[in-house]
């Protein structure tokens, strides 16, 4: 059973991060390591970005999916690098939304938290498909990847599935932006397990992700790698974000989304 903001704890058999976890000899032997908590959230209250576009114009886009891992879910890396929860103040999703309707105001937007802990960029696919139907979004947010180069999964092989992904919202004429994967750090948990974290694939992914997005229509990178290289943004596990890590994150979203979406322009 899924882990959901406003429960205390979950148990890591019934929702793990496979990113956090150490690499296993298959692709089918993902080995669950870690505890999610979730944080409440009912009375937090969702801080809009720090950077907007100054000054801010309207926008043709109102209505997002956000698609992703445990980072697009909201986690983040506490005191012990065996246990994660939701942050209090959301993810980037949270924080994207808050800030559009803050800075683009009368208009009103949505930003649909899609985040899976846990997920395999590789294995995506179907669950993609199903939410551009069920959600029906004007444009898709999309960063993942971490946990399939963790686990061993080539770059080549995950960047083609994020464009699969890609493909099959930009036929039906959604737009996606597109993100690079920021800089993870290997770590050594408290009971002594190492975890790399995917940390030496990390440039490798994102130069296979640049190249494929390059000239294509209705799809546009946003290049997280040398946007958030201070490693205060990056939690003890190496992993997932401190508060700052996903305020900075949600800014960069939406300065790109503020670029690619403007009323006067059109999407190329």
């Given at each position: ?94 924080r994207l939304q808050a800030g559009l309707t803050s800075y683009h ?144 994150l949600a800014s960069a979203f939406m300065l790109r989304v503020e ?10």
């Amino acid at each position: 059973m899924p882990c959901r903001r406003g429960s205390w704890l979950c148990v890591a058999g019934a929702l793990f991060l496979s990113a956090c976890s150490q690499s296993p000899t298959s692709p089918s032997a993902v080995a669950p390591s870690v505890v999610i908590g979730a944080a409440p959230q009912a009375t937090a209250a969702v801080p809009p970005p720090r950077l907007s576009a100054v000054p801010p114009r309207a926008l043709g886009v109102t209505r997002y999916v956000a698609f992703g891992d445990s980072i697009t879910w909201g986690a983040m890396s506490a005191w012990n690098a065996s246990f994660i929860f939701a942050a209090a103040n959301g993810g980037y999703p949270e924080r994207l939304q808050a800030g559009l309707t803050s800075y683009h105001a009368p208009q009103q937007f949505v930003v649909f938290n899609e985040g899976q802990p846990g997920e395999l960029a590789v294995n995506a696919l179907p669950r993609f498909r199903s939410l551009l139907t069920s959600r029906r979004p004007e444009a898709v947010l999309l960063l993942e990847g971490i946990n399939d180069i963790s686990n061993d999964f080539a770059p080549t092989r995950v960047a083609t599935a994020l464009f699969q992904m890609v493909d099959a919202a930009t036929t039906l004429g959604i737009p996606v932006v597109i993100a690079t994967m920021y800089q993870t750090y290997s770590a050594v948990d408290p009971d002594g397990h190492y975890r790399p974290n995917g940390a030496s694939v990390v440039p490798a992914l994102n130069a296979e992700i640049r190249r494929l997005a390059q000239g294509r229509l209705n799809v546009q990178l946003l290049d997280l790698e040398p946007l958030m290289r201070d490693r205060s943004l990056i939690g003890a596990d190496g992993i997932h974000l401190t508060d700052a890590g996903h305020e900075t994150l949600a800014s960069a979203f939406m300065l790109r989304v503020e670029t690619a979406f403007p009323v006067r322009g059109s999407f190329q």
